[in-house]
């Protein structure tokens, strides 16, 4: 792979895993062809892909991965930068916070690069996959202390997996359809 890359991340967005189903070729499991609400899911009932604001330049999406014997490990990382602790951004929290603790988030991230790559799925071609809980933890905040320091939260999605995340080769506005 010789050739110019670019780092950072562009966009992201989260989503209940409950709600929805991947496709994914049968001879292919690094790759997401297509996304769709799974059956009873939702706009109404709140099935939908939420956007997240970040500050530009402070959103990376790092992963390691270990073995002991024949067992693989990827521990997955997605920190980025909210703008201003205000009631908007406490909501927010509160809302991760209690989806963390239940069922965990999915997110999707679009590289600056432009690939696209999914954490935390539950359901792939119908199916039910083995658990991978993606959850919000480590983040902290800030007021700053002078005019010119940052004002806000420095949040942290962690998750654990058998696998790197799968790359969704669809457009990114197939994800805004479903915000």
């Known amino acids: 792979m010789c ?22 070729a049968v001879d292919d499991d690094s790759t997401y062809s297509a996304i769709a609400l799974r059956e009873g899911a939702t706009a109404e009932n709140g099935a939908k892909m939420f956007g997240i604001s970040f500050q530009e330049g402070e959103a990376e999406r790092t992963w390691k991965q270990s073995r002991k014997g024949a067992s693989v490990r990827y521990d997955h990382e997605v920190k980025f930068q909210a703008n201003r602790l205000s009631k908007e951004l406490t909501s927010w929290l509160i809302m991760m916070d209690a989806a963390s603790s239940c069922a965990g988030v999915g997110l999707v991230i679009r590289h600056n690069s432009g690939e696209i790559f999914v954490l935390g799925e539950r359901f792939v071609n119908a199916k039910e996959i083995p658990r ?3 959850e919000m933890a ?8 002078v005019f010119d320091d940052f004002n806000g939260g420095n949040i942290v ?15 990114w506005s197939t994800i805004t359809d479903l915000m």
């Open 3 to 24: 050739g110019p890359t670019s780092g950072g991340i562009s966009d992201l967005a989260a989503f209940d895993p409950a709600d929805f189903n991947f496709t994914q």
């Open 132 to 134: 991978w809980k993606v």
């Open 138 to 145: 480590d983040s902290d905040g800030t007021s700053g202390k």
């Open 157 to 171: 999605f962690k998750g654990a997996y058998t696998r790197e995340a799968c790359v969704y080769t669809g457009d």
